[in-house]
């Protein structure tokens, strides 16, 4: 049995708040046009954006060669890297650090993480970050960049084939996300996402050659890189799509957010979708005792070594007050 109930508060305070980071508009954002979605008003826009497509291609074709350089380190490292990319990088980095402030850190240890997000080959901190507040704003309505409502596979994955890139890409950032697209830190990183990829693939064959030869150099490149970077980014994809699709809900919200388990255990407890919608700037994302949130004890850990601190692991100023 689900326990429903009305969200009347934001996370950090008793007042919602309307900085893009909490998860709402920055300031009077525009919708798409009326009866107009966001997958036409994005295919009317300039159609296909050809390098984003070709990328996400490149790393599929590049998995399929992963069965025919099987080795256990390589599916070892697969396993950890999509933890230190998709889980670290992207869950707490990307979005419960820099989307929605949900804890702080020193500031070599945020551009770090923020470094590492880009291994998940999801794009660099900026664009992904304000993608991410304006499906806050607009969440399963017209403007929305991700919604089912659209198709569950351009939910899913569609969506990025047109992508806004460019002049109307750094407008974009400015109006979403001004706070990352200001910071030169952040921007040179930015800078860094696609060498990144060449360098981590480069360190991985040369790592696997010097250990076993080419068969497990060409082992960890195909699992290491290719196979990874593709389950990283169908894990955090399914956030999108599934968990707005199929799961439970503890809150009512003006979205259609779901709970699920599987994509939680895939995304490190980004599954918790629904619970995240009804308080987005709480850095717990599984709020019953078995919703399992792995990103939020990595958190936890880091507050108890002093590596992180203003952690909001609470609903309201009355609930803070309360554990406190």
């Known amino acids: 049995m689900s326990i429903v109930t009305r969200p009347t508060a934001s996370p950090a305070s008793d007042k919602p708040t309307q900085h893009p980071r909490h998860g709402t508009p920055h300031a009077h954002p525009s919708p798409s046009p009326t009866g107009v979605s966001q997958e ?33 380190s390589g599916l070892i490292l697969t396993l950890v890297l999509h933890w230190v990319a998709g889980g670290i990088g992207v869950c707490l980095g990307y979005h ?19 470094w590492v997000g880009g291994f998940a080959g999801e794009g660099t901190a900026i ?10 704003a607009f969440s399963d309505k017209e403007g929305d960049p991700h919604s089912p409502h659209d198709g569950g596979f351009w939910s899913h994955a569609g969506w990025l084939a047109y992508s806004i890139h460019g002049k109307e890409g750094q407008e974009h950032a400015q109006h979403w996300a001004p706070d990352l697209a200001n910071d030169r830190g952040l921007r040179m990183i930015g ?9 981590v693939g480069a360190v991985l064959l040369a790592a696997g050659y010097s250990f076993g030869g080419w068969y497990l150099g060409l082992s960890w490149l195909a699992w290491g890189l290719f196979l ?14 599934a ?6 809900r503890n809150y009512e919200t003006t979205d259609d957010s779901r709970n699920n388990w599987w994509v939680a255990l895939l995304t490190y407890g980004e599954g918790w979708h629904n619970n995240h919608h009804a308080y987005p700037r709480m850095a717990k994302h ?8 792995v990103t939020f004890l990595t958190i936890h850990l880091m507050q108890r070594l002093g590596l992180a601190w203003d952690v909001v692991d609470y609903k309201n100023q009355r609930e803070k007050r309360k554990n406190d």
């Open 40 to 72: 036409r008003q994005l295919r009317e826009s300039g159609g296909v954006h050809w390098p984003t497509t070709l990328w996400l291609l490149l790393l599929h074709v590049g998995a399929l060669a992963a069965p025919f350089f099987f080795s256990w």
């Open 96 to 114: 419960r650090l820099l989307t929605h402030d949900s804890f702080r850190t020193y500031r070599p240890i945020k551009l770090f993480i923020a």
């Open 127 to 136: 664009d992904w970050v304000a993608n991410h507040r304006k499906h806050h």
């Open 191 to 199: 800078y860094l996402f696609l060498p990144t990829q060449f360098l």
């Open 228 to 241: 990874r970077l593709t389950f990283v980014l169908h894990s955090t994809w399914f956030v999108n799509s």
């Open 243 to 248: 968990s707005h699709m199929w799961g439970y």
């Open 286 to 293: 599984g709020h019953r005792w078995w919703e399992l949130d």
